[in-house]
């Protein structure tokens, strides 16, 4: 009789310990790579000091939300997709966003109903009272509706 509760104790250690330990690594590797609901849905990354906030993207246009984290005023001078890309660089039209707000970069696309886009994205950016221009680098990834 003290044989089978022994048994059974020792069964629940060995495997139950080997349970959660796989439990945990799933867990760690949901949290690193993300759901993979999210990984076919549109998605907008930006390095720090800038903060991605939205994007939507159509047939004609890329919309990019960004939030200035920077600690200052900065002026955005220009917005740099990979070559080849079906969306124009913002060139030449400075736009001032205070600090900690949010402003949206407004693209020219010539996109077709149903592709994927994918590209890299470099922002190019200018700290109030400062001649240095600073860059942000991040990708942009979705399908167009």
């Given at each position: 009789?003290k044989?089978?509760?022994?048994?059974?104790?020792?069964?629940?250690m060995?495997?139950?310990?080997?349970?959660?330990?796989a439990?945990?690594?799933?867990?760690?590797?949901?949290?690193?790579?993300?759901?993979?609901?999210?990984?076919?849905?549109?998605?907008?990354?930006?390095?720090?000091?800038?903060?991605?906030?939205?994007?939507?993207?159509?047939?004609?246009?890329?919309?990019?939300?960004?939030?200035?984290g920077?600690?200052?005023?900065?002026?955005?001078?220009?917005?740099?997709?990979?070559?080849?890309?079906?969306?124009?660089?913002?060139?030449?039209?400075?736009?001032?966003?205070?600090?900690?707000?949010?402003?949206?970069?407004?693209?020219e696309?010539?996109?077709?109903?149903?592709?994927?886009?994918?590209?890299?994205?470099?922002?190019?950016?200018?700290?109030?009272?400062?001649?240095?221009?600073?860059?942000?680098?991040?990708?942009v990834t979705?399908q167009?509706?």
């Amino acid at each position: 009789m003290k044989k089978r509760g022994q048994a059974a104790m020792e069964f629940l250690m060995t495997y139950g310990w080997a349970i959660l330990a796989a439990i945990i690594v799933v867990g760690v590797l949901w949290y690193i790579i993300g759901s993979p609901g999210n990984l076919a849905g549109d998605q907008f990354k930006i390095s720090q000091p800038l903060v991605a906030n939205a994007m939507a993207l159509n047939t004609t246009h890329l919309q990019l939300e960004v939030r200035n984290g920077v600690g200052t005023s900065i002026d955005i001078t220009d917005v740099l997709f990979d070559a080849g890309s079906a969306c124009t660089d913002l060139s030449g039209q400075a736009i001032t966003v205070a600090d900690g707000t949010l402003t949206v970069l407004l693209m020219e696309c010539d996109l077709t109903s149903g592709d994927r886009f994918n590209s890299e994205v470099a922002i190019k950016y200018t700290e109030s009272g400062s001649a240095v221009t600073q860059s942000a680098s991040g990708s942009v990834t979705g399908q167009v509706p």
